[in-house]
C-alpha cells in the first residue's frame, strides 16, 4: 500500500486549517497503513463538523470510502447518525452499482454478438479493476467506446433496446432509457475536439487486455492506456469545472493495483500525445494529496516542468480551502478556466486548437437550446457565433454601463 511521503510540491492553500478536507483525504482509499490510521484517529480526537464533512463526501463523490474507513477505524469517535447515514448511502451506491452494472454487461454482450468492437470504460469496470469492489466507486452513466464507423448501427441497437437519443456531442452521444433511468455515453473519442487527447480506439485496441465482471470476460484498455485515460480525463474535468475527489482516487487505485506499470512507455506516450504535462499534474496531486507513490523517473520529470507547481498551487478552490473566483462573462479569453487550460498545455498547436474551436464549436449549452434533426445541425454553428457574439456585446455594454 502506498504510503504518504514528502509531496514533490507543497500545496500552500490552506489545508490544514481544514480538519474535515484533512480527513476526508485520509479516509478516501480503500486501504489505509499505521501512520494514515494514526492520522485519522488524531483528527477524530481535535473535533469534526460532521455535517461539512459529509457534504464534502457527497460532493466528490467518496462516501463508500468514507463510511468503509471510518466503520473500520473511528466508529467509537462518529456519531451514530452520521455513521447510519453513511452507510445508507454506501447500500444505495451498491444497489445503483449493481444494477447499472448489469445492464453494461447485458449491452456489451448485445453490442459484441453484431461482431462490432465495444470497450467499457470507468464505471463497472473501473470499480471492479481498481478498486475490487464494485459499492466502493460511486457513478452514474455507463460509458462505451466504439469505432466511428460503428457509431449509428450501436445507435441503432440501443434503441431497439427501449433507448432514446439525446444529445449528440463531437466526442459522444447520449442515450438514456426512459423506463430506468439508465444513460450510455457513446464515445468514439475520449475528449472533445477542443481538449484534443488523440489517444483512439484503433490505438488502444492493439493493446486490449481480458477482463471478467460478474463472470462476463469484456475487453479493457491496458494499465498504461488507462492511466492516460484517468489522468487526461481529471483534467479535462477540472478545467471545466466539473471534477471530484473520486477522479484522483480513481487513479490512486489503479497505482496501488498496478504496482509494476511501464513508466518509461507512460512517459513516452504521453508526450507524444502532447499530455505529458496534464499526466504529472494528475499524479502530482494525487501523490500529495492521497499518499499513492510515484517511481524516481516520475520524480525527476516532475522538477523539470515548473508549470506544474503553479497548476497545483490553484487546487485550494477546487478543495474547498478557498472560495472560487467569480469572474464577469466578459473577461473572455483572459478567464481563469481559459488560462488554465494553456498552462494544461505544453504543445502551441493544442492552444491554437483550442481556441479555434472556442469560437466556433457549439458547446452542450446550444445543443441544449434547440434540437434539431441531425441533417439540420450545421446551423448550429451560426447559433453559436449569434450567441457568442450577443453574450460579449452585452457584458461590454454592462461593463462600461458600471
Same mark, same amino acid.
Given at each position: 500500500?502506498?504510503?504518504? #511521503?514528502?509531496?514533490?510540491?507543497?500545496?500552500?492553500?490552506?489545508?490544514?486549517?481544514?480538519?474535515?478536507?484533512?480527513?476526508? *483525504? &485520509?479516509?478516501?482509499?480503500?486501504? +489505509?497503513?499505521?501512520?494514515?490510521?494514526?492520522?485519522?484517529?488524531?483528527?477524530?480526537?481535535?473535533?469534526?463538523?460532521?455535517? /461539512?464533512?459529509?457534504?464534502?463526501? %457527497?460532493?466528490?463523490?467518496?462516501?463508500? *470510502?468514507?463510511?468503509?474507513?471510518?466503520?473500520?477505524?473511528?466508529?467509537?469517535?462518529?456519531?451514530?447518525? +452520521?455513521?447510519?447515514?453513511?452507510?445508507?448511502?454506501? /447500500?444505495?451506491?451498491?444497489?445503483?452499482?449493481?444494477?447499472?452494472?448489469?445492464?453494461?454487461?447485458?449491452?456489451?454482450?448485445?453490442?459484441?454478438?453484431?461482431?462490432?468492437?465495444?470497450?467499457?470504460?470507468?464505471?463497472? @469496470?473501473?470499480?471492479?479493476?481498481?478498486?475490487?469492489?464494485?459499492?466502493?466507486?460511486?457513478?452514474?452513466?455507463?460509458?462505451?467506446?466504439?469505432?466511428?464507423?460503428?457509431?449509428?448501427?450501436?445507435?441503432?441497437?440501443?434503441?431497439?433496446?427501449?433507448? /432514446?437519443?439525446?444529445?449528440?456531442?463531437? $466526442?459522444?452521444?447520449?442515450?438514456?432509457?426512459?423506463?430506468?433511468?439508465?444513460?450510455?455515453?457513446?464515445?468514439?473519442?475520449?475528449?472533445?475536439?477542443?481538449?484534443?487527447?488523440?489517444?483512439?480506439?484503433?490505438?488502444?485496441?492493439?493493446?486490449?487486455?481480458?477482463?471478467?465482471?460478474?463472470?462476463? #470476460?469484456?475487453?479493457?484498455?491496458?494499465?498504461?492506456?488507462?492511466?492516460? =485515460?484517468?489522468? =487526461?480525463? $481529471?483534467?479535462?474535468?477540472?478545467?471545466?469545472?466539473?471534477?471530484?475527489?473520486?477522479?484522483?482516487?480513481?487513479?490512486?487505485?489503479?497505482?496501488?493495483?498496478?504496482?509494476? =506499470?511501464?513508466?518509461?512507455?507512460? %512517459?513516452?506516450?504521453?508526450?507524444?500525445?502532447?499530455?505529458?504535462?496534464?499526466?504529472?499534474?494528475?499524479? @502530482?496531486?494525487?501523490?500529495?494529496?492521497?499518499?499513492?507513490?510515484?517511481?524516481?523517473?516520475? *520524480?525527476?520529470?516532475?522538477?523539470?516542468?515548473?508549470?506544474?507547481?503553479?497548476?497545483?498551487?490553484? =487546487?485550494?478552490?477546487?478543495?474547498?480551502? /478557498?472560495?472560487?473566483?467569480?469572474?464577469?462573462? $466578459?473577461?473572455?479569453?483572459?478567464?481563469?478556466?481559459?488560462?488554465?487550460?494553456?498552462?494544461?498545455?505544453?504543445?502551441?498547436?493544442?492552444?491554437?486548437?483550442?481556441?479555434? &474551436?472556442?469560437?466556433?464549436?457549439?458547446?452542450?449549452?446550444?445543443?441544449?437550446?434547440?434540437?434539431?434533426?441531425?441533417?439540420?445541425?450545421?446551423? &448550429?454553428?451560426?447559433?453559436? *457565433?449569434?450567441?457568442?457574439?450577443?453574450?460579449?456585446?452585452?457584458?461590454?455594454?454592462?461593463?462600461?454601463?458600471?
Amino acid at each position: 500500500m502506498p504510503t504518504l #511521503s514528502k509531496p514533490v510540491i507543497e500545496i500552500s492553500n490552506g489545508i490544514s486549517d481544514y480538519p474535515e478536507i484533512q480527513l476526508l *483525504l &485520509y479516509c478516501a482509499r480503500t486501504q +489505509v497503513d499505521v501512520s494514515t490510521t494514526n492520522h485519522i484517529k488524531t483528527l477524530l480526537e481535535q473535533g469534526i463538523d460532521w455535517n /461539512q464533512l459529509v457534504q464534502l463526501a %457527497l460532493k466528490h463523490r467518496v462516501t463508500p *470510502l468514507l463510511y468503509q474507513t471510518l466503520s473500520l477505524i473511528g466508529s467509537n469517535a462518529v456519531p451514530e447518525n +452520521v455513521l447510519s447515514y453513511l452507510k445508507y448511502q454506501f /447500500q444505495v451506491t451498491a444497489r445503483h452499482n449493481l444494477f447499472r452494472t448489469n445492464e453494461l454487461i447485458r449491452l456489451t454482450r448485445l453490442i459484441e454478438a453484431q461482431k462490432l468492437l465495444v470497450i467499457p470504460f470507468k464505471g463497472p @469496470t473501473l470499480a471492479a479493476i481498481a478498486y475490487g469492489n464494485l459499492g466502493l466507486r460511486m457513478f452514474g452513466d455507463l460509458d462505451l467506446l466504439v469505432h466511428q464507423r460503428d457509431l449509428t448501427k450501436v445507435k441503432d441497437l440501443l434503441v431497439t433496446q427501449g433507448y /432514446q437519443l439525446g444529445i449528440e456531442l463531437d $466526442w459522444e452521444c447520449q442515450l438514456i432509457h426512459p423506463k430506468t433511468g439508465i444513460e450510455v455515453d457513446l464515445h468514439w473519442t475520449i475528449t472533445p475536439k477542443r481538449f484534443r487527447f488523440e489517444l483512439n480506439i484503433k490505438q488502444l485496441s492493439t493493446r486490449l487486455q481480458p477482463f471478467t465482471l460478474a463472470g462476463v #470476460s469484456l475487453l479493457q484498455p491496458g494499465s498504461e492506456d488507462l492511466l492516460l =485515460i484517468l489522468c =487526461i480525463g $481529471w483534467c479535462k474535468d477540472y478545467y471545466g469545472g466539473s471534477s471530484r475527489l473520486a477522479q484522483l482516487c480513481d487513479v490512486a487505485e489503479l497505482l496501488r493495483k498496478y504496482p509494476q =506499470i511501464n513508466w518509461m512507455q507512460v %512517459l513516452q506516450r504521453s508526450h507524444q500525445l502532447g499530455v505529458e504535462r496534464m499526466l504529472l499534474f494528475t499524479l @502530482t496531486l494525487t501523490r500529495n494529496l492521497l499518499g499513492a507513490d510515484l517511481p524516481e523517473l516520475v *520524480l525527476n520529470r516532475l522538477q523539470d516542468d515548473s508549470n506544474v507547481t503553479e497548476l497545483v498551487t490553484q =487546487i485550494g478552490s477546487w478543495l474547498g480551502c /478557498q472560495p472560487e473566483l467569480e469572474e464577469p462573462f $466578459w473577461s473572455s479569453l483572459s478567464s481563469v478556466n481559459h488560462r488554465l487550460y494553456f498552462a494544461m498545455r505544453e504543445r502551441p498547436v493544442d492552444r491554437a486548437i483550442y481556441l479555434f &474551436y472556442c469560437i466556433i464549436a457549439p458547446t452542450e449549452q446550444e445543443f441544449a437550446m434547440l434540437a434539431l434533426p441531425k441533417v439540420l445541425s450545421f446551423l &448550429y454553428y451560426p447559433l453559436r *457565433l449569434i450567441r457568442l457574439g450577443y453574450k460579449y456585446c452585452m457584458g461590454w455594454q454592462q461593463r462600461f454601463s458600471n
